[in-house]
């Protein structure tokens, strides 16, 4: 059942911890490493970080809490400025954690300067998620925010488009998939494409443009899943592939909202069984706790645009 909750107050526990992982050992965020003071230096701080738990404070502004992390969304009936800022944190969140991904996705040595750029992509994104979270905007006052906001994603989307080249033709050795660096690509290109909308004051959602966009996102990621789950994990993988076979047949042949939205809930149904799964050790994969939550808060954010879009 789907949990949204109006905005409280702040709080200020922690909802990420950092984690520390040996560039070269760890594919993805591990727990603390106890290591002997002469082997610090030689690690790296790398996976997610330690950002204060908080509400929006820009009116009409709700938390979903289907998800690990908090998923801020417009109230229904909400105000220019709630679809603006929310907008602005979902996807600075989401951008955030894909420069993570990336740079844990690129261990070693050799890998030390793209792995860096992804970092400071990290927490540049960071300042402008808390930025947007911790300020309240009014209909007038949000056009610097979506301006500065897009001005980094610009710059993301360069670095992964670069990234993807590189890694097509075989100067880049690390183990991040072209279509996953394409995959990435496509959904700050997206963000731009609503920023600019929103910077016209206009917040609608084009129910073609909605199911076109999210259909192939979530086909990809019903593959990702497919490829990272252990082969003993035959009948998952199969149902992950037959999913994602459904939501490509949905990107080319359109089907109408009532369906969309069926399929939407169906996809949130799979990630959420699959992350208590992953988390809890009963599904063999190499998938890490904090994307199976990334997954599944983009699915959410799915169903909550094919509901919303004209």
């Known amino acids: 059942m789907e949990k949204r909750v109006p905005q409280g107050k702040l709080g200020r526990r922690q909802f990420a911890g950092g984690a520390m992982a040996t560039a070269g050992v760890s594919l993805l965020a591990t727990p603390s490493l106890a290591l002997p ?36 969304l417009p109230d229904p009936g909400a105000g220019y400025a709630a679809h603006a800022v929310s907008e602005v944190l979902f996807w600075t969140d989401i951008m955030m954690e894909h420069a993570m991904f990336i740079s844990l996705l690129m261990p070693g040595d050799h890998l030390r300067g793209p792995r860096d750029e992804a970092r400071q992509f990290q927490n540049l994104f960071a300042r402008h998620f808390l930025t947007a979270r911790d300020s309240g905007y009014g209909d007038y006052a949000v056009s610097s925010l979506l301006a500065s906001t897009r001005s980094s994603v610009q710059r993301l989307i360069e670095y992964k488009r670069r990234m993807q080249r590189a890694q097509e033709a075989g100067t880049l050795r690390s183990l991040v998939w072209p279509l996953y660096f394409d995959h990435l690509a496509r959904e700050a290109e997206r963000f731009v494409a609503r920023i600019d909308r929103l910077a016209y004051g206009d917040t609608a959602l084009q129910s073609d443009e909605v199911a076109a966009f999210w259909t192939r996102i979530m086909a990809d990621h019903l593959e990702f899943i497919a490829h990272l789950l252990d082969p003993q994990e035959r009948a998952l993988v199969e149902q992950a592939t037959a999913r994602a076979g459904q939501l490509y047949e949905a990107h080319d042949f359109r089907i109408d909202s009532g369906q969309l939205a069926t399929l939407a809930d169906e996809v949130i149904d799979f990630k959420t069984a699959a992350e208590q799964g ?5 599904i063999k994969s190499i998938i890490d706790p904090a994307l199976a939550d990334h997954l599944l808060r983009e699915a959410v954010r799915f169903s ?3 509901r919303r879009a004209l």
Request: hydrophobic share 35%; aromatic share 6%; charged share 25%.
């Open 37 to 72: 003071d002469k082997s610090y230096a030689l690690c790296e701080s790398i996976g997610p970080l330690a950002l204060p738990e908080g509400v929006a404070y820009t009116p009409g502004i709700v938390v979903d809490r289907r998800a690990r992390k908090p998923i801020f």
């Open 278 to 282: 992953i988390e809890t050790g009963q």
């Open 304 to 306: 909550d645009e094919v």
